[in-house]
């Protein structure tokens, strides 16, 4: 079946440093989303990327869509202690009713 | 605006009892899934609902089932419960083919 695959699976940063996390279909998604989830949180959407080769930025942070639409990346420049957490890309399935997920990222920052 | 609301917080049950989960979504939403999410994984789909009708499901059996009312809220019914059901379950409310959008989670403890 579909499978959605992240890595890595964790990744400890010095405060400052950048972090990317690259995420992989086994199939063509017509969409990609992204979601963080904080320790003891619940996934909270990030973004949402349909264009191939598309690039959004949200302050920090740069989401990629890659041209075959297979792939996607999410770096963070210069991290801070708040984006401690765990970073999901999801993919429609079948019939786009439902999300398949990654395993996701967790990301630890030290201060 | 209130986003998605789910009851209760945290529940603790027995080895083959029944339980049933609420899940109110975001205002303007029509479309209700709910995922399982174990410790230090990604969220994995249920089901989805939508127009009071299960319209996809995932790889779960028969035990799991729901319902949504008219006013677009779910619920989420788990019986005979075995201990692997334990985990974070959460609801996620969309527009039909939106992006979604989670709610806190009820997390189930099975002894």
């Known amino acids: 079946g579909q499978q959605v695959m992240q890595i890595p699976q964790y990744q400890h940063v010095q405060e400052g440093e950048d972090f990317t996390t690259y995420c992989n279909s086994s199939t063509t998604l017509s969409n990609i989303q992204w979601y963080k989830q904080r320790p003891g949180g619940h996934p909270v959407f990030l973004i949402q990327?349909?264009?191939?080769?598309e690039v959004k930025k949200q302050k920090r942070l740069t989401f990629q869509f890659g041209e075959a639409k297979k792939n996607s990346s999410l770096h963070i420049t210069a991290t801070q202690t708040t984006d401690v957490g765990t970073y999901f890309c999801a993919g429609p399935g079948g019939s786009q009713g439902n999300l398949i997920f990654g395993k996701g990222t967790k990301l630890s920052v030290k201060p | 605006d209130a986003g998605v609301t789910q009851s209760p917080t945290h529940l603790i049950k027995t080895r083959g009892q029944q339980v049933t989960l609420r899940c109110s979504p975001k205002s303007g939403h029509d479309t209700v899934s709910w995922y399982q999410q174990a410790l230090g994984q990604g969220p994995q789909f249920i089901f989805q609902y939508y127009e009071e009708e299960e319209r996809q499901r995932g790889n779960f059996p028969d035990r799991f089932s729901g319902h949504q009312f008219p006013n677009y809220s779910s619920e989420l019914n788990v019986n005979a419960l075995l201990l692997g059901d334990s985990a974070l379950y959460l609801c996620?409310?969309?527009?039909?083919?939106?992006?979604?959008?989670f709610g806190p989670g009820t997390r189930l403890t099975v002894l």
């Open positions: 996620a409310s969309s527009r039909r083919w939106g992006p979604q959008f």
């Open positions: 990327l349909v264009k191939s080769g």
